[in-house]
């Protein structure tokens, strides 16, 4: 008999079978158990992110236009319920109905040429972040409107627009964050404030959403150019908004339909990144830092030292991944980026940062209730060669003293944002567990890992689906259980 150490290279499964549709919803309790499930742990932990990528026979041109599906993991008494549903935007209705492309997207065009084009606004998924908050399970998408979805049934309610106050021409991004004082959610969306000789002034609106969920404060920051808008950093005191250096093109060549708004996207060599602090008192500008082109697409933690404000960030010099994205069934390597630890000074307006960790890393995710205090871990998704085409395929855990673990999947597996649950009675900061759905190319199934949050290097449970979940973008965890099926 032969033994075969490793697997042939030329069967070693690639991320892309994690991109096939998931049509059906699913309801049931997750009976397939490695390890225990820790019995203080309790919640639902919510995900977002694209559940089809293909409608008919026609794949969407870019993988952030797959419709929003929301994959439910309910956690309690050492059991795990799992459901998925998709958001009821008027796109998937539309679509589903049809059954082929009826909406433009972020990098998708309505088959038929320009004519089918001109003068239509991209449609919404609602595909790529949630939040629980003010008694509302919002779905979120930064070209548009949050939807309203019921967090015990997941039944969607309809477009939100906090009582008219997030008007028709504004946008709210897929990135909200909680203020640690008052447990109040800012989140912000690009848009315009008026016209000047050059046409739009293009800003980003600040929305302050408070405990009850009502929006209670509005700003606007000026930004000269409009940038890709993904995320924020928020401390205590302020909003700190990277204006990065990924341009969007001019908006006239995609409201004539000549092409997509993906299409128009660029890495900008020659623009600096700006960092623009906001007081959250008055949502007015108090300090704006320059430096290298860059840009930041997600933030960690930030908080407030003496006179710096520290800024847990992603750093990139590049913006390849959405040229990988718009061809998602034929990408390779995606890689992520830089972990930064930024240090901005308030008064002398001095910026510095130090690279906290060697892998390429993404999606950053922390014990929420230190959000604004100085934090000692964060945890994020990493990126490792391993000589085949990958995805995210691993989790890394940063102390703030410096100490890395890491956990790379075999190749075959692919990995996602990682995202903290707090433990009951959580105490330190890294009191929680880390939750992460692995794809496993081999089975074309996926399962839910579960690892205590002090030691990632195993762990200490994994349930397995009936089923692949497609690769999805942004979780939430709930302290309580939610949904009326798992109850
Ligand atoms: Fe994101």
């Known amino acids: ?107 998708t065009q309505i088959p038929g040429g320009t004519i089918r084009n001109v003068g239509r606004m991209p449609g919404n998924p609602s595909n790529t972040n949630l939040v629980y908050h003010g008694g509302k399970l919002l779905t979120l998408y930064e070209g548009g ?63 302050r959403i408070d405990k009850q969920g009502k929006m209670s404060d ?64 008055t949502l007015q500008e108090v300090r704006r830092f320059q430096t290298d082109p860059g840009a930041i697409i997600h933030f960690g933690n930030c908080f407030e030292d003496g006179d710096e404000v520290v800024v847990d960030a992603m750093h990139s010099d590049q913006f390849e991944a959405n040229e990988a994205l718009s061809d998602v069934f034929n990408a390779k390597r995606l890689r992520g980026g830089e972990y930064r630890r930024y240090r901005l000074n308030v008064k002398t307006g001095q910026l510095s940062f130090e690279v906290m960790s060697p892998t390429n890393a993404e999606f950053p995710t922390f014990n929420q209730n230190m959000a604004g205090r100085p934090n000692h871990t964060t945890f994020s998704a990493v990126s490792v060669e391993n000589g085949h085409d990958s995805f995210f395929n691993g989790i890394q855990r940063v102390a703030f003293d410096g100490n890395i673990q890491l956990n790379t999947l075999d190749p075959g597996y692919f990995g996602s944002e990682p995202l903290f649950a707090p433990s009951k009675d959580s105490a330190a900061d890294d009191d929680g567990y880390i939750l992460e759905v692995v794809y496993n190319g081999y089975d074309h199934n996926s399962s839910l890992q579960i690892f205590k949050a002090t030691n990632i290097t195993e762990p200490v449970a994994t349930l397995t689906l009936r089923h692949h979940l497609p690769h999805q973008f942004h979780g939430f965890w709930h302290d309580k259980v939610m949904l009326n099926d798992a109850r």
């Not at 006239?252 to 007081?279: C, H, N, T, W, Y």
């Open 1 to 107: 008999m032969t033994v075969i150490d490793k697997p042939d290279t030329k069967t070693i499964p690639t991320f892309h079978g994690g991109l096939a549709n998931l049509d059906r919803e699913h309801s049931y309790w997750l009976t397939d158990v490695e390890g225990t499930v820790p019995s203080d742990l309790e919640g639902t932990f919510y995900r977002n992110g694209p559940g089809r990528q293909r409608i008919g026979n026609t794949p969407y041109g870019h993988w952030f236009d797959g419709d929003g599906m929301l994959s439910v993991f309910s956690i309690a008494e050492g059991k795990v319920h799992f459901a998925n549903r998709y958001v009821r935007t008027p796109k998937y209705i539309k679509e589903t109905a049809k059954q082929k492309i009826c909406y433009r997207g972020f990098g």
């Open 145 to 207: 409107h949050p939807f309203h979805v019921d967090a015990t049934t997941l039944e969607t309610h309809g477009e939100y627009d906090f009582e008219g106050k997030l008007k028709r021409n504004m946008v709210m991004s897929a990135h909200g964050h909680f203020h640690g004082p008052t447990g109040d959610w800012f989140n912000f969306g690009a848009g315009s404030m008026g016209f000047g000789k050059n046409g739009p002034k293009m800003c980003f609106n600040i929305f």
């Open 218 to 281: 509005f700003g606007q920051l000026p930004i000269g150019h409009f940038p890709f808008a993904h995320d924020f950093g928020l401390s205590n005191k302020y909003g700190i908004f990277f204006i990065n250096s990924i341009t969007m093109g001019p908006i006239s060549e995609v409201m004539l339909g000549r092409r997509s708004i993906s299409e128009g996207v660029k890495f900008d060599d020659d623009i600096p990144m700006q960092i623009a602090l906001v007081d959250l008192n």
